[in-house]
């Protein structure tokens, strides 16, 4: 799960950073211990079957990565929650949003507008439909000012001057002349 693979790749990696290996071992021991025994309450107990191991599994992993998130926090004397949790819940929103008009054209035009029985006509609905979501996502991360869009807009600007950017370079490469003996490896 997500959850697991965030605790695993960067939680716990921070922690090997401030080489403490200790908390990430403890609360490793505490999500296994409680994995186990929910599993087999979930299997066991209740009769669950796959139900229950998969609801023990989630439910252990997510506390796996609160914990290993909260003691990192207090570790390391806090680091930026808001824009860890802002941020993502404003993209999440720009995302629904996008997806509400994504689904509303697309359904009006496919009904009056494109013969999606042909190849052509569904390739330009999902094109008409693709650049309308894309323009309302655009917006709404402007308007809610998002960062990784500001990060986007400055590197497609710096993609759009590439020319400029290489010829106020200051590094040359020479080629070798034809006096210079050229060598091989």
Do not use: C
Not at 131 to 145: D, E, M, R, T
């Amino acid at each position: 799960s997500l959850f697991s693979f965030i605790s695993t790749h960067v939680l716990v990696r921070g922690f090997y950073a401030l080489h403490n290996t200790k908390i990430p071992l403890i609360i490793s021991l505490v999500s296994v211990a409680l994995s186990v025994s929910l599993s087999y309450a979930g299997v066991f107990i209740f009769s669950w079957g796959i139900l229950g191991l998969a609801s023990a599994m989630s439910i252990s992993a997510v506390l796996h990565f609160v914990l290993l998130f909260l003691f990192l926090h207090k570790e390391i004397g806090g680091f930026g929650v808001e824009s860890l949790i802002i941020s993502p819940l404003k993209i999440a929103f720009a995302s629904a949003i996008m997806g509400l008009f994504l689904w509303g054209p697309m359904r009006l035009l496919d009904q009056f507008v494109f013969d999606t029985t042909r190849t052509l006509p569904l390739i330009g609905l999902t094109l008409v439909a693709g650049l309308i979501g894309g323009f309302v996502y655009f917006l709404l991360a402007y308007i809610l000012g998002l960062p990784e869009f500001t990060a986007y807009i400055t590197l497609i600007r710096k993609i759009g001057n590439w020319r400029q950017v290489l010829t106020a370079s200051e590094e040359v490469m020479e080629t070798p002349s034809q006096t210079q003996e050229i060598n091989p490896l």
